[in-house]
Each structure stands twice: as structure tokens, then as C-alpha cells.
């Protein structure tokens, strides 16, 4: 029999029993031109397969309007050139730490609760999106034998409907309905779904018919004891190992000992089982992307907890591609399990050779930098949202006016996500959180107000997915809601446009204020490097138009990676848009 088939107690290649030792990389958190040598250093750890989410949201920005679905197809080809089976899970909702769980702002904006259930409004945008994305993947299948990758067949052996979707749902309509479109779209490899190892979220995330996988950290012989109540037979994988974490801006570094998580790896292989490392290489949130989740214990559903840029996961692959302690543990756990001994690791990316630092000399207030990269103004009976606005990541400026003459009052905002800061008359007030809304010195009458609100990241995992942003519940003055709100948008993917930023206005030294800095700094050998912001406060940066995400001195991130392949030799363009209060310099190191 040829291909790849899920056997009765095996997956089989071709007849023959295999074990698949997968690590997920993600294409869209690492910079193309880095693929070749991620995907080296997953074989070289003793892998044969890799496994990536797709997210939607980064694709169809609008509806109808699609951004290098593409590239899906051509890591799928690196990896299939690396020598790699390939994992592909197209969602429509993928978690991953990323904004929205990967469901675009505009759906999520439209539909609300009724995403990721059977709603045909919802459904009917899942399957265009569908028609669009998978023949990158039917093309490739192990199966298809007159593909871009020869008479060999592809890399992709599985495909996964939904994701983890027994954490949030029960729709099992839903699931079925998703199946069925990926076979009607032309996909022949089996069909997959993963879950926690827990009664309620097998129950609801299972399809009759489909392999079963689970979802741990440790614990694997309890975890795979739960999955065998529910599917005694069939293989089994755990999809996601997490053998590293994620961090959230303002709390401490998350971190796994390399030694507890190549236990946890060992246990996991002396079930019979085989395995997804997540992550194996965990890469960069780059261009504001990240997630966010939401604290409160297992409801999910308390205070804000926004995602760093970096996606490193403390990964046996670190977010420079460098081999840690990690990499060579399970290198040493995974080598009895593999067919063949595992290469040795490819050489490690040119790294900057000489720090440098620079000035940035150039400073657009924030009113210019939305003169010129803004959306048109409008006026509003009530605060309108981010998706109002058609606003992915970004910010918006309300205005408002407090009618006057009147006493002092508090101001306060209702349902603010997630972060404003407050001018009143053109003077900086304080800065809201969805937890401290109140804008701290009452204000009198007449009065104009200005708040810019940025969001954080939309919510990637649990019941306040989707959540819309911005202003979701008013402007009061004391009692009273004030109306007549102005809004104006800021997308940060109208920086996609060097010449439309290059031409804001510059009105002097910025001085710390917030705004557009811009610059140069010089570089004479590129490669790898960190980018520094000592006294900057909170916005995202730019290298020779490439948005490497949020920085913010919160912590515990305080460097922003820059791919090598991002710089060049010589003068290298720098721009930041500091929100609060900027710094002196930038370095590169």
C-alpha cells in the first residue's frame, strides 16, 4: 500500500509501521529566508517530521482579500527538500499564542459567539477560505504523486480539523461540517484532531471515525490512560508536547528545566507513542501579532495577559536557531527511536559582528503620523471598536468633548481594551487599563478629551475569544455618557508603505515625546542581531521596513530579535513609534 495511513496500532508509510517524530515550526514566525536552516536543525535533533499551524487572520486581512497564501506551500517545499514529513493544522482557529487564535478581526467582528460552531454565516467565509488555502496543501500530500514535489509524493501526511477544539466547544455538527470540506477540498492524507487528556474536552473535540491525539506537558502514561477510554485503538501521538512556554509582558520569564522535559519526552516515546515538540523552534511574533490570554484560572476569563514579541517558548531551538542544552538532550532521548542516526547540526547564522548604536534624529508627533497614515476621521453617537474601524493591530484616537460649564468629575471609560493613553486640553492625564479606567484628576468642563487606545492582542485561547477592541462600553462623565465620540485608525500595516512613511512631516527633536522617530544606524558585516531600546517605554519598531513587533519595558522581554537576512551593510533605516515616552538612542548588538 503506498502513502501515509493511520493503522490500527501504528501509523504506516508505505506498509510498514513508522514512528513519527515531529517538532512544529511555524513559517509564519520565522523570516523566509531562515527556513532552510530551522528545518536543518529539527533533523538534526533526530526529527523526520514538522508540524505548522496556518493562520487566517495574516492571510485575509479582508474579506476576499488574500496576502501570499503561498508561502504555506513553500515552507511546505523546504521542508520536503530538509528530507521532513509535514503536520499541517489550517485551523480555522489555530491558539498558537496568536492574535485572534488566527481568526480574522473582521469575522470575529460580525459573528461573535457563533465562530467556531455551525453558523453558516461563519462557515460560509470558513469555506471560501478553505477553496483558497488548501490546494497549497492537497498539491503536496504524500499521496499526490504529479505535485510540485515529483513522483515521489509530498511531505504533508496529516491534516488536523479544528484545534483543541474540546477546550471551547461541543458542536460536534461543527466539527463534522469541517471535515467533510477538507475532503471535498481534496484532502486524501487522514484527518487528525487534538485535545487535552480530559473526559469533557475528548468528548467535545472528537470526530467518530478520526484519530484522536492528545495535548500535555508531563504525564503522558495518565494522559494516554484518558485517550485509550475514548479510542482503545488506533496510534498514539501526543500533537503538542509543551517542553518549553510562552511569556506576558510585566511577569517573570517562564522557563523548563532541559532535564524535567527530556523525562517527560522519554516517558512519552517508552509509551509507543509518537510525538509533536511544541515547539521545537518557536521564532518571533513579529509585526504586533502576538496573542494574549486571559488570567482567572481554568475559566479563562479574568485580567488581560498580553503575549511578548518574542515567541522563543524556551524551545530546544532557541529564537536566534541556536542549538541549547535542550536541543542536545532530546537529540540523546529521540536518537533509539529514529531510523537513522540524526545529522550533525548545520553551522550556526552569521551574527553581527560589531555592536553598534545610533541616534534617531527624526520626530513626527502622533497627530502627523495619523494625518498621513491614518484612516479618515468619523463622528460617532458612541465609541465605536476596532473592528467599527476595520482595525486589526494598531490604535485608534477618540475625541470627545465634556459639555460645559460643570464641576469636576471623574472620567472613567467602560470595557477598554486594552491600553489608552489620556490627553485633556492637549496635556497628558494618565494611562488606562481595562483595570484602572478612571482617568486619575477629576476633569471640569468644557473640556476636549483625547484618548488613544491600543490594542494588546486579541484573546487566543478560551471563552473570550474574539472579543472586540478599543472602547466596548462608553465614555462617562461622572454618571453621564458622553456622546458625539470622533475616531480616527492607525493600522500598523499602513507602515507597509516606506515612501508613505518617509514622507510624514518631521517637526524637530522629539525630546521623549511621544511619536514617528526616525533614523539610520550603520552596519558593516550583518547578521543576527538584538535590537536595544535603553529608555524607551512602549510602541513597535521597524528595520529597513520590516516591523519586528512590540517592544515594551514592562519586561521580562527587553531586546527585540533581527534576522540577519533583515539588515544590510551599511546605512539601515530605523523607525519607531514610541507611544509614551521615548528614549535617546538605539543599539544594535
Same mark, same amino acid.
Request: hydrophobic share 40%.
Given at each position: 500500500?503506498? @502513502?501515509?495511513?493511520?493503522?490500527?496500532?501504528?501509523?504506516?508509510?508505505?506498509?510498514?509501521?513508522?514512528?513519527?517524530?515531529?517538532?512544529?515550526?511555524?513559517?509564519?514566525?520565522?523570516?523566509?529566508?531562515?527556513?532552510? $536552516?530551522?528545518?536543518?536543525?529539527?533533523?538534526?535533533?533526530?526529527?523526520?517530521?514538522?508540524?505548522?499551524?496556518?493562520?487566517?487572520?495574516?492571510?485575509?486581512?479582508?474579506?476576499?482579500?488574500?496576502? &501570499?497564501?503561498?508561502?504555506?506551500? /513553500?515552507?511546505?517545499? =523546504?521542508?520536503?527538500?530538509?528530507?521532513?514529513?509535514?503536520?499541517?493544522?489550517?485551523?480555522?482557529?489555530?491558539?498558537? *499564542?496568536?492574535?485572534?487564535?488566527?481568526?480574522?478581526?473582521?469575522?470575529?467582528?460580525?459573528?461573535?459567539?457563533?465562530?467556531?460552531?455551525?453558523? *453558516?454565516?461563519?462557515?460560509?467565509?470558513?469555506?471560501?477560505?478553505?477553496?483558497?488555502?488548501?490546494?497549497?496543501?492537497?498539491?503536496?500530500?504524500?499521496?499526490?504523486?504529479?505535485?510540485?514535489?515529483?513522483?515521489?509524493?509530498?511531505?504533508? #501526511?496529516?491534516?488536523?480539523?479544528?484545534?483543541?477544539?474540546?477546550?471551547?466547544?461541543?458542536?460536534?455538527?461543527?466539527?463534522? /461540517?469541517?471535515?467533510?470540506?477538507?475532503?471535498?477540498?481534496?484532502?486524501?492524507?487522514?484527518?487528525?484532531?487534538?485535545?487535552?487528556?480530559?473526559?469533557?474536552?475528548?468528548?467535545?473535540?472528537?470526530?467518530?471515525?478520526?484519530?484522536?491525539?492528545?495535548?500535555? @506537558?508531563?504525564?503522558?502514561?495518565?494522559?494516554?490512560?484518558?485517550?485509550?477510554?475514548?479510542?482503545?485503538?488506533?496510534?498514539?501521538?501526543?500533537?503538542?508536547?509543551?517542553?518549553?512556554?510562552?511569556?506576558?509582558?510585566?511577569? &517573570?520569564?517562564?522557563?523548563?528545566?532541559?532535564?524535567?522535559?527530556?523525562?517527560?519526552?522519554?516517558?512519552?516515546?517508552?509509551?509507543?507513542?509518537?510525538?509533536?515538540?511544541?515547539?521545537?523552534?518557536?521564532?518571533?511574533?513579529?509585526?504586533?501579532?502576538?496573542?494574549?490570554?486571559?488570567?482567572?484560572?481554568?475559566?479563562?476569563? @479574568?485580567?488581560?495577559?498580553?503575549?511578548?514579541?518574542?515567541? &522563543?517558548? &524556551?524551545?530546544?531551538?532557541?529564537?536566534?536557531?541556536?542549538?541549547?542544552?535542550?536541543?542536545?538532550?532530546?537529540?540523546?532521548?529521540?536518537?533509539?527511536?529514529?531510523?537513522?542516526?540524526?545529522?550533525?547540526?548545520?553551522?550556526?547564522?552569521?551574527?553581527?559582528?560589531?555592536?553598534?548604536?545610533?541616534?534617531?534624529?527624526?520626530?513626527?508627533?502622533?497627530?502627523?503620523?495619523?494625518?498621513?497614515?491614518?484612516?479618515?476621521?468619523?463622528? $460617532?453617537?458612541?465609541?465605536?471598536?476596532?473592528?467599527?474601524?476595520?482595525?486589526?493591530?494598531?490604535?485608534? /484616537?477618540?475625541?470627545?468633548?465634556?459639555?460645559?460649564?460643570?464641576?469636576?468629575?471623574?472620567?472613567?471609560?467602560?470595557?477598554?481594551?486594552?491600553?489608552?493613553?489620556?490627553?485633556?486640553?492637549?496635556?497628558?492625564?494618565?494611562?488606562?487599563?481595562?483595570?484602572?479606567?478612571?482617568?486619575?484628576?477629576?476633569?471640569?468642563?468644557?473640556?476636549?478629551?483625547?484618548?488613544?487606545? *491600543?490594542?494588546?492582542?486579541?484573546?487566543?485561547?478560551?471563552?473570550?475569544?474574539?472579543?472586540?477592541?478599543? #472602547?466596548?462600553?462608553? #465614555?462617562?462623565?461622572?454618571?453621564?455618557?458622553? $456622546?458625539?465620540?470622533?475616531?480616527?485608525?492607525?493600522?500598523?500595516?499602513?507602515?507597509?508603505?516606506?515612501?508613505?512613511?518617509?514622507?510624514?512631516? =518631521?517637526?524637530?527633536?522629539?525630546?521623549?515625546?511621544?511619536?514617528?522617530?526616525?533614523?539610520?544606524?550603520?552596519?558593516?558585516?550583518?547578521?543576527?542581531?538584538?535590537?536595544?531600546?535603553?529608555?524607551?517605554?512602549?510602541?513597535?519598531?521597524?528595520?529597513?521596513?520590516?516591523?519586528?513587533?512590540?517592544?515594551?519595558?514592562?519586561?521580562?522581554?527587553?531586546?527585540?530579535?533581527?534576522?540577519?537576512?533583515?539588515?544590510?551593510?551599511?546605512?539601515?533605516?530605523?523607525?519607531?513609534?514610541?507611544?509614551?515616552?521615548?528614549?535617546?538612542? #538605539?543599539?544594535? =548588538?
Amino acid at each position: 500500500m503506498n @502513502g501515509f495511513r493511520v493503522g490500527e496500532d501504528d501509523f504506516e508509510v508505505d506498509g510498514r509501521p513508522v514512528r513519527l517524530l515531529s517538532g512544529a515550526l511555524h513559517y509564519f514566525r520565522v523570516h523566509e529566508a531562515q527556513w532552510g $536552516h530551522r528545518l536543518a536543525m529539527l533533523r538534526a535533533m533526530g526529527l523526520n517530521c514538522v508540524e505548522t499551524y496556518v493562520p487566517w487572520n495574516l492571510h485575509e486581512p479582508r474579506p476576499g482579500t488574500y496576502r &501570499d497564501v503561498e508561502a504555506l506551500g /513553500r515552507f511546505l517545499d =523546504a521542508a520536503h527538500e530538509a528530507g521532513l514529513w509535514a503536520i499541517v493544522r489550517p485551523g480555522p482557529y489555530i491558539c498558537a *499564542e496568536w492574535e485572534n487564535g488566527g481568526l480574522p478581526h473582521w469575522l470575529t467582528g460580525a459573528v461573535g459567539t457563533r465562530a467556531r460552531t455551525r453558523d *453558516e454565516e461563519y462557515l460560509g467565509h470558513v469555506s471560501r477560505w478553505f477553496r483558497r488555502l488548501l490546494p497549497q496543501v492537497v498539491a503536496r500530500q504524500r499521496s499526490v504523486t504529479t505535485g510540485p514535489c515529483g513522483p515521489g509524493g509530498g511531505p504533508v #501526511i496529516m491534516v488536523q480539523v479544528e484545534n483543541e477544539y474540546g477546550s471551547y466547544g461541543s458542536d460536534r455538527v461543527y466539527l463534522r /461540517r469541517l471535515a467533510d470540506l477538507l475532503l471535498a477540498e481534496g484532502v486524501e492524507v487522514p484527518l487528525f484532531t487534538s485535545d487535552g487528556p480530559e473526559d469533557h474536552m475528548l468528548t467535545g473535540g472528537s470526530v467518530p471515525g478520526i484519530l484522536a491525539t492528545a495535548n500535555f @506537558g508531563s504525564g503522558a502514561r495518565a494522559g494516554f490512560g484518558t485517550l485509550r477510554r475514548h479510542r482503545p485503538k488506533g496510534p498514539l501521538m501526543c500533537m503538542e508536547f509543551w517542553c518549553g512556554w510562552f511569556d506576558h509582558w510585566g511577569t &517573570d520569564h517562564v522557563a523548563r528545566d532541559a532535564e524535567d522535559a527530556a523525562a517527560a519526552l522519554r516517558e512519552i516515546l517508552e509509551c509507543g507513542a509518537s510525538v509533536n515538540l511544541y515547539m521545537a523552534h518557536g521564532g518571533t511574533n513579529f509585526a504586533g501579532w502576538a496573542g494574549a490570554n486571559r488570567g482567572g484560572g481554568s475559566l479563562h476569563d @479574568g485580567e488581560l495577559q498580553p503575549d511578548v514579541t518574542s515567541y &522563543d517558548y &524556551d524551545a530546544p531551538v532557541d529564537e536566534f536557531g541556536r542549538a541549547t542544552p535542550k536541543f542536545w538532550a532530546f537529540r540523546k532521548v529521540l536518537a533509539p527511536y529514529a531510523s537513522a542516526p540524526p545529522p550533525e547540526p548545520p553551522p550556526p547564522p552569521p551574527a553581527l559582528e560589531t555592536p553598534v548604536s545610533a541616534a534617531l534624529p527624526d520626530w513626527c508627533p502622533l497627530d502627523a503620523v495619523l494625518e498621513a497614515l491614518g484612516g479618515p476621521e468619523s463622528e $460617532h453617537a458612541v465609541p465605536p471598536t476596532f473592528e467599527d474601524l476595520d482595525v486589526d493591530r494598531g490604535l485608534v /484616537r477618540y475625541a470627545v468633548t465634556v459639555p460645559g460649564p460643570r464641576e469636576p468629575y471623574p472620567l472613567r471609560v467602560r470595557g477598554l481594551r486594552d491600553r489608552a493613553v489620556v490627553y485633556v486640553d492637549g496635556k497628558r492625564a494618565g494611562v488606562l487599563t481595562e483595570g484602572t479606567p478612571t482617568v486619575p484628576d477629576p476633569v471640569a468642563g468644557h473640556a476636549r478629551v483625547e484618548l488613544w487606545v *491600543e490594542s494588546l492582542g486579541r484573546v487566543n485561547y478560551g471563552p473570550r475569544t474574539g472579543e472586540l477592541k478599543g #472602547i466596548t462600553g462608553g #465614555i462617562l462623565h461622572e454618571r453621564q455618557y458622553l $456622546h458625539g465620540v470622533r475616531a480616527r485608525a492607525l493600522r500598523l500595516d499602513a507602515f507597509d508603505v516606506p515612501s508613505a512613511v518617509r514622507a510624514v512631516p =518631521a517637526a524637530g527633536p522629539g525630546e521623549g515625546r511621544p511619536g514617528l522617530y526616525r533614523g539610520t544606524v550603520e552596519v558593516g558585516s550583518p547578521g543576527d542581531a538584538a535590537l536595544e531600546l535603553p529608555g524607551w517605554t512602549r510602541g513597535f519598531v521597524w528595520v529597513n521596513g520590516f516591523n519586528l513587533g512590540r517592544y515594551w519595558s514592562a519586561g521580562p522581554q527587553t531586546t527585540l530579535y533581527v534576522p540577519g537576512p533583515v539588515l544590510r551593510a551599511g546605512a539601515n533605516e530605523v523607525w519607531v513609534l514610541e507611544l509614551e515616552e521615548g528614549g535617546e538612542r #538605539i543599539g544594535l =548588538a
